[in-house]
């Protein structure tokens, strides 16, 4: 009977302290480490489940995918939840166990967030789907839109990006070619051309890996594990002590890796003890090329204010490729994309007449201007070339964006 008796008062005790842990975070469980991973999962197994009904059963996959989006919300960008996911676990720790740690907390954590961005992105492209297939075609493009806007914040996952980002522009190639808008459509083509002419290189083989180590990789599961230990430490009434040290593990809150390609080129020079190795120059030419872009992107895009409505979308083009100028001087990012550039050029002198021909024919000779930097992986000269190459191109875009059927 004694033992029957101290057994229930721990239970009791275990109950009045899940009421403590719980307090204040609108009647949540406890999210120890294996309730975030599950948690996590669950939105992104609602998409693969509506997914695979699409073609049968259209409408139960629609509703599928409104639950998904209307049951995931992503408030703030990565950064801010890392803050919050910072102050949950210092809040957990002065707290001495009895503070609580919420959902959101955790989307502080690359693995958690990204599968978050996931879903929701999977959930637009699969409604934008069946919009199209219902002949609804401004929600499909709407839909589609939506979801290259959510991937976006996801820039710790490039090559989940490439992959998303392609997926959105084949949808919305379908959109606009139903449209009528051929010209529009013809870009959206070259942009899905270019992510899985990417997609298929060692680049995006890289791609892969680099972000498989940001959400799988030691911190990331470092923070798993501070909130595990913070949580047993609170079940088992820990010292103070203890609960700080196993916050301490949490000290290293993984930053999106928004310089990637940064951190490939410095990880080769140090891997090649310094030396200045063909595989270091190309990752420095990368880096190089890829903060151009950025730069360039950033340029047209404060161009566009106050234009006129011709005016290139810099969103809707190449240029909103992560890789794009990388691939244009580098066959290890992009190893068809000479052929993809100039066939579309031919493409679209075809469609629009003789009046793109010159323009088509200004990309040509531009595109063939940077062979001799793709085949020799010299940097110098390739950034002044590929300013050239905008240009004209951008020249040409503007005028293809208008060819209708």
Known sequence: MKRASHNSLGRVAGAILLVALTAGCSASPIFDAAYLRANSNEALQSVESAEARELASPGEALKLYQQVLARVTLKEEFAEYQKTFSGALQAFQESNGYGSFTKDSSL????????????????????????????????????????????????????????SLRESNRILQNVYQAQG??????????????????????????????????????????????????FQGAMQYQSQQELAMASAIAGGIMAANAGIQQGLAQRALAKSGGVMTPQVQAAQLNAQMAQMQSQLFMTMVAAQAGSNPKTLQVNTTPWAIPTFTQQLVDPKQGADTPTIMKGFAANAA??????YHAGAQDVTQAVDELVPYRQSGKVDGAAAQVEKFAEVFNAFLTQVQEIRK
């Open 108 to 163: 502080g954590i690359p693995e958690v967030y990204a599968r978050q961005v996931m879903a929701m992105a999977r959930a637009h492209q699969g409604l934008a789907r069946i919009y199209l297939m219902q002949n609804e075609l401004g929600k499909a493009e709407a839909e589609a839109t939506d979801a290259v806007a959510l991937i976006r914040r996801c820039e710790f996952c490039p090559h989940t990006h490439a992959r």
């Open 181 to 230: 808008a051929v010209g529009k459509a013809m870009i959206r083509k070259l942009n899905a051309d270019l992510l899985e002419d990417h997609l298929a290189t060692d680049g995006g083989l890289a791609d892969f890996f680099s972000e498989k180590r940001v959400l799988y990789g030691e911190r990331s599961q470092q923070q798993f594990a501070a909130v595990e230990k913070l």
């Open 350 to 355: 075809q469609a629009g007449g003789a009046s």
